[in-house]
């Protein structure tokens, strides 16, 4: 529950903090100055809504190596470092796409991660503990994996999801939060803004953002586990069903949770178990390795 709860925050986060910035500066009092203006509040909505999701957009990749500890190996030493990196170059130019960073971060579950705010720029990174616990033939297909992510543009195809709903979620969160502060209020308060009544839209308000967000981000999650069979099915094309196999049901049998933070969680290989199976962004692996399988039969045919 811990982790649904964190995942959600980091979804809310940047466009809660926006709307309540944009209330005590008075937009909020604009918009319902006469009555609701609709349309003045559908381009609020657009503005912040997007706005929201392209800023976490654009800094995913450097929270990512904040929050991950990852090292981007910019000088490769040693036989490994220098494997990672030719071996994501070569995906990368199979893909037709700019050459990723590359990294490694502290941790000892079996896990890598994508992220970045464009095709041509987009970071790998990948655990310590993948390194250790997987074969080398393995490793090859979870970069496969992740530059596949990257190749399909999920990342910026998340994020214009992510602004649809923000604009969904903040336009009717404000329209219901204006008219319950409108119960009780009498012409002279409305005239006047009403003090305790914007109160209580300010309360509203935030309250709907949370609850409708919580119910979007399972239309979010839904689409992310859907773009993990794309991405498994990128790693086939690129490196053959069999190592993708070999690597989920390696993953399978590894007892450690992912340890990623919630910000980037949705864009690794794997993810720690779930409570709550509508907020998981990752399919259960069984049905990943099914997939690739049924692949796997189709390229003998």
Do not use: C
Not at 18 to 35: E, M, N, P
């Amino acid at each position: 529950m811990k982790r649904v709860l964190l995942f959600i925050a980091t979804n809310l986060a940047v466009v809660l903090v926006l709307s309540v910035v944009a209330s005590l500066l008075g937009v909020d009092r604009f918009i319902t100055r006469q009555g609701m203006n609709f349309t003045a509040l559908l381009g609020f909505a657009v503005v912040f809504g997007f706005g929201g999701a392209f800023i976490s957009l654009f800094m995913s990749k450097q929270m990512a190596l904040w929050t991950t500890g990852a090292r981007v190996l910019r000088n490769p030493s040693g036989e490994m470092e220098q494997w990672l990196v030719s071996t994501v170059s070569e995906l990368a130019q199979k893909s037709k796409i700019g050459k990723p960073d590359v990294a490694i971060y502290p941790g000892p579950e079996l896990n890598a991660f994508a992220t970045g705010a464009n095709r041509n720029g987009a970071l790998v990174a990948v655990s310590e503990g993948l390194l250790r616990g997987m074969r080398r033939e393995e490793i090859h297909a979870v970069l496969a994996h992740e530059v596949a992510h990257v190749a399909n543009g999920d990342m910026i195809t998340m994020t214009l999801l992510q602004g649809v709903l923000n604009t969904f979620v903040i336009a009717v969160s404000k329209a219901v939060a204006w008219a319950v502060a409108q119960t009780g209020q009498g012409e002279e308060e409305e005239a006047e803004g009403g003090g305790m009544s914007y109160m209580a839209y300010m309360v509203t308000s935030i309250v709907l953002q949370i609850v409708l967000g919580m119910a979007a981000s399972v239309i979010v999650m839904a689409f992310s586990r859907y773009r993990e069979f794309r991405a498994d099915a990128g790693a086939a094309a690129l490196v053959g069903p069999t190592p993708m196999i070999a690597a989920l049901k390696r993953l399978s049998g590894d007892a450690q949770d992912s340890t990623l933070p919630e910000a980037v969680s949705a864009f690794g290989i794997r993810e720690g178990k779930s409570l709550m199976a509508l907020f998981s962004s990752h399919p259960p692996i069984v049905d990943r390795v099914k997939a690739l399988e049924d692949i796997a039969v189709r390229q003998k045919i």
